[in-house]
């Protein structure tokens, strides 16, 4: 069963109907009651980190995630805002994150880009997991994803970064602490690669 928060905030629908194509069971909780006995959580996110950190701690579902996590208790994948608040903390906010993966979320410094590059980075971008990733399963080449951000996540070490892409620059996209995943990218709306990344972790 793939539960998916529902705190406001992110595609949860789109997500829910990918699931029920692949005729994996899924459902979305929207109170800490709906988090019992999920084992396999989807953080949806969009808009501002600071946004985002306070919608989930207004929805009451923010304890019990914290205490399935450290317990070790379930697999989990933020999505674009989902994933940059498993950070300690935010370029573009002030409070602190879920601190799941660690590290920081940066702002892109556009000053460094040599093309005509600008923010937001929005639209297809090539993705390039790390090899042997259970999550990126089929997707080692020619994999595309849609990506909309200003935003991205430095992890606390390079062994956290499960996959890069090229914006300005080189920057982690994926990224994964034991058994807590993040993906800056939208898999929900990036058509086969996004249905066969999401099949994976409901496969983990």
Known sequence: MITIVDYGLGNVQAIANIYKRLDIPARLARTAGD???????????????????RRLGDSGMREPLDAL???GKCDVIGIC?????????????????????GGRVRLFDEARFQDRTHLPHMGWNDVRPRAGSPLFAGLEANARFYFLHSYYFEPPEPAAALATADYGGEFA???????VHGVQFHPEKSHQWGITLLKNFAEL
């Open 35 to 53: 988090l019992d006995g999920a084992r396999k959580i989807v953080l949806p996110g969009v808009g501002a980190f600071d946004w985002a950190m």
């Open 69 to 71: 996590v450290k317990a």
């Open 81 to 101: 805002v989902g994933m940059q608040i498993l950070a300690e903390s935010s370029d573009e906010g002030e409070l602190p994150g879920l601190s799941w993966v």
């Open 173 to 179: 996209c994926a990224v994964q602490r034991g058994r």
